[in-house]
């Protein structure tokens, strides 16, 4: 029996991959002059997997990621102006709202009286506190950890940090790589809930290899009936 449930927070709970998206349109837009937007969107990515050993996730890993790429695309030609374009972007998506997916702040009330809560998300711990905060969600979570990135080790070490038992630990989150294929290693449960758009670093290269493994809904709010039927 499941008795603690997981949450991701990022294209989990509320919206996230559309702010860089719009970000990357704009940056090639600025870059147009120089090169195709393929061309331009490719070396982004790129760069920005480059840099994850240095800088983490997050927005101020993405604008430093950009602000890279720019001068690299134009061999060191771009503006002062441009570069504070770039900035002027990454700091709207550190300012911008929480946009929260429809029924979750109901399907988080609705389960945090019948389950523990915990919250993990991965990025800069100031950006994700920000987030977390905004949501006005705290309330509804016993738990809530910032880590580096989440592999096998980092759910093993959330657990016996708390002395959880992996059986009963279920994930909720909308990535294959972060939040499912860890956590079904080590022996917990998982649900998967698609977002319309994913980062290429968070795409695994067969993501229906272990689709018996764990389960997958369509939104957030199928979860409780979800558990009802698991649980009886």
């Excluded at 559309?18 to 969107?41: M, V």
């Excluded at 990621?65 to 972007?89: K, N, Y």
């Excluded at 809530?144 to 994930?171: C, H, N, S, W």
Aim: aromatic fraction near 12%; charge should be negative.
């Amino acid at each position: 029996m499941i008795n603690i449930i997981a949450f991701d927070a990022d294209d989990t709970l509320w919206h996230n991959e559309t702010l860089y998206l719009h970000a990357q349109d704009i940056f090639k837009q600025l870059l147009s002059g120089y090169h195709k937007p393929e061309w331009i969107e490719q070396r982004l990515d790129e760069t920005e997997i480059r840099n994850i050993r240095y800088y983490g996730y997050g927005i101020k890993s993405f604008a430093l990621s950009m602000i890279e790429t720019a001068i690299e695309l134009t061999e060191g030609r771009i503006a002062g102006r441009e570069i504070q374009e770039i900035v002027d972007v990454a700091k709207q998506m550190l300012t911008a709202e929480v946009d929260l997916f429809e029924q979750v702040e109901e399907t988080l009330a609705h389960l945090s009286t019948k389950y523990e809560l915990m919250l993990i998300t991965k990025g800069d711990s100031f950006e994700q506190a920000r987030k977390v905060t905004k949501s006005g969600l705290t309330r509804y979570f016993k738990y809530i950890e910032f880590v580096a990135d989440k592999t096998q080790e980092t759910y093993r070490g959330l657990l016996g940090k708390y002395k959880l038992d992996p059986t009963r630990f279920l994930m909720v989150g909308n990535s294959i790589k972060s939040d499912i294929l860890p956590v079904i290693e080590i022996g917990g449960q998982a649900v998967y809930i698609p977002y319309t758009q994913t980062w290429v670093h968070e795409t695994v290269s067969n993501p229906g290899a272990r689709k018996s493994e764990y389960i997958e809904l369509e939104y957030l709010g199928q979860l409780p009936a979800f558990l009802e039927g698991l649980n009886r």
